[in-house]
């Protein structure tokens, strides 16, 4: 099995202490709930050759409109960029790009910005193809999505990276067991948080290079019950919640 430490970057604790970025899931309840941020903005920052499939960020879209209260409309906005960085990328290497690249503070009056950034270059694990680094912040590697393929072409890149997309927003929303710990047992026992379903998008393989191989057919890109149940909970309070930055 391959090692997949990387998807969720371990905290930077003074970075944290300093300028409060938090972690994965630290804006779970700032998502969830619809009555402080009522717009969320997906904020899609990629270097030329890398821009997502537009099947990928509909996709996410999508999803994040399925759980998360957003009265006026989760919207995306496009940007191309030039990372000032060189060689493979560390999960510090990501905050700080990233937060170099952010149009806006995560939180805005009214609006919630989550960022997507797609650099060129790897991780520096080059088996993980996303990695979510802060409670705002996420990183798609395209290449490594590209090598993702599978023997003629199932699961495509394509289909990779729409999986890819929605599975690191699912560790923004703090699944699984990021900032709570769920009534159901669904976290895989070796994969910390991620799904031991391989019919989620949480499933642990979904961010690996090798994901082709240990998913036979369509790779999921839905949350499962389980997901969906947690974040209920977490939404109207039955499952408590830590590390927000941000509560009602
Ligand atoms: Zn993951």
């Known amino acids: 099995m391959p090692a997949l430490t990387g998807c969720i970057g371990a905290s930077n604790a003074v970075n944290d202490l300093l300028e409060n970025h938090g972690i994965p899931g630290g804006l779970t309840l700032a998502c969830l709930d619809g009555g402080t941020y009522t717009k969320l903005v997906v904020e899609v920052d990629y270097e030329a050759g890398y821009k997502p499939e537009t099947s990928s960020t509909n996709m996410l879209v999508e999803r994040l409109e399925q759980v998360c209260d957003k009265p006026n409309g989760v919207e995306l906005k496009f940007e191309e960029t030039t990372f000032d960085h060189e060689g493979s990328w560390s999960a510090q290497d990501v905050r700080d790009e990233a937060w170099d690249t952010k149009s806006q503070e995560p939180r805005d009056g009214s609006v919630l ?52 997309l929605v599975h690191e927003a699912g560790h923004l929303l703090g699944l699984v067991n990021l900032v709570y710990t769920s009534p159901a047992n669904h976290e895989d026992s070796e994969n910390k948080g991620h799904s031991n379903n391989e019919d989620s998008v949480m499933y642990w393989a979904i961010e690996s290079r090798s994901v082709g191989t240990f998913i036979s057919g369509d790779l999921p890109t839905e949350f499962d019950q389980d997901d969906l149940d947690d974040l209920t909970g977490l939404a109207n309070g039955s499952i408590p919640s830590t590390d927000q930055l941000w509560r009602s």
């Open 113 to 164: 910005t989550w960022q997507f950034i797609f650099p060129s270059n790897t991780y520096s694990d080059d088996n993980v193809l996303g990695v979510a680094v802060d409670a705002s912040t996420v990183a798609i590697f395209g290449d490594s999505v590209d090598d993702a393929a599978g023997f003629f072409n199932r699961p495509s890149a394509e289909e990779v990276e729409n999986s890819v």
